[in-house]
């Protein structure tokens, strides 16, 4: 039943034998009080599928994997703009939310660098987050960041090879014609920092960005991107390219804003533990908001 876990992790993994509430399940294969398990809960101890979760109710289905805090850290990370899906002793995941940069960024406090920097101190974990990629502070989702220099250059310098999907969704403006495509053009910034797309070789960068549709109104359509190449504001400007720009968006949009945010979200992430090598598979809900523009 129990995963094979580096000793080192700060977590107990198991496997799910039979479908039961999350509460149910731990009370009959843990051995511990329920006071104690529900603390644990509560206190954003406990993982299911990688994904912190603290509803007593949550339907469980066979092979699914439980992960339990090891320590009372779990307790320590309180944050309203990120969430730690996974931690072990080599990197950390987390979902941000709109409003927060990745790193610092000249005068602004408001980081996930420096929050997960403050609850390594506070936990007594002797590392700091090394950034690995961004997301700009208007979109959300999934984020690694490596706890040591040596996991960070890991990444860095085998991205490509480490990182086997990466999808995000988003709302655009206007109802897509085509279900599916692939859109590619070369993405070079000029002297103000605007992203210009070409057909033909600008000198820039190549950008491969492979799309499906979700669902759509006459208005609006929902969108799954999953990138070929991760190149800066890479969804925003093939999304505009399309002539249906991601609703928000103040640099590529069109005035299109139906829920006052930019609506990109980084929704999975999967990539080969740099260390370990092991599969490692992360999602997250699409945008409650965002579905909310299709009922």
């Not at 700060?10 to 034998?17: A, K, R």
């Not at 925003?236 to 945010?261: E, F, L, Q, T, W």
Request: charged share 25%.
């Amino acid at each position: 039943m129990k995963f094979t876990a580096n000793n080192q992790s700060e977590y107990t993994h198991y496997q799910v034998n039979e479908e039961l509430p999350l509460l149910e399940w731990l009370l009959k294969n843990i051995n511990q009080s329920r006071s104690k398990l529900k603390a644990t809960l509560q206190g954003n101890g406990i993982k299911v599928e990688g994904k912190t979760v603290t509803q007593y109710d949550y339907p469980l289905k066979k092979g699914m994997r439980i992960s339990i805090s090891k320590s009372k850290k779990a307790n320590l990370f309180k944050s309203r703009y990120v969430k730690i899906v996974y931690e072990d002793r080599y990197l950390v995941v987390v979902e941000k939310e709109v409003g927060i940069l990745s790193m610092a960024a000249g005068h602004s406090s408001l980081n996930v660098k420096r929050v997960l920097d403050d609850y390594f101190r506070k936990s007594g974990q002797k590392c700091r987050a090394h950034v690995v990629h961004r997301l700009d502070r208007d979109t959300s989702g999934l984020l690694i960041y490596a706890k040591d220099m040596e996991t960070e250059q890991i990444l860095e310098h085998n991205w490509q090879d480490i990182v086997y999907d990466r999808r995000y969704v988003a709302v655009v403006s206007g109802e897509m014609e085509n279900d599916e495509g692939t859109v590619a053009s070369w993405l070079k910034d000029n002297a103000a920092y605007i992203t210009y797309s070409s057909p033909v070789d600008n000198g820039g960068k190549y950008a491969v960005t492979h799309y499906r549709v979700l669902d759509r109104t006459t208005e609006h359509s929902l969108v799954e991107y999953q990138l070929e190449t991760g190149r800066k504001n890479q969804i925003r400007v093939h999304s505009a390219d399309m002539g249906h720009p991601v609703c928000g968006d103040i640099k590529y949009g069109n005035g299109d804003d139906p829920i006052h945010r930019l609506c990109l979200h980084a929704y999975m992430l999967c990539f080969w533990h740099p260390v370990t090598r092991e599969k490692m598979e992360f999602s997250t809900q699409i945008p409650a908001s965002f579905r909310h523009v299709f009922k």
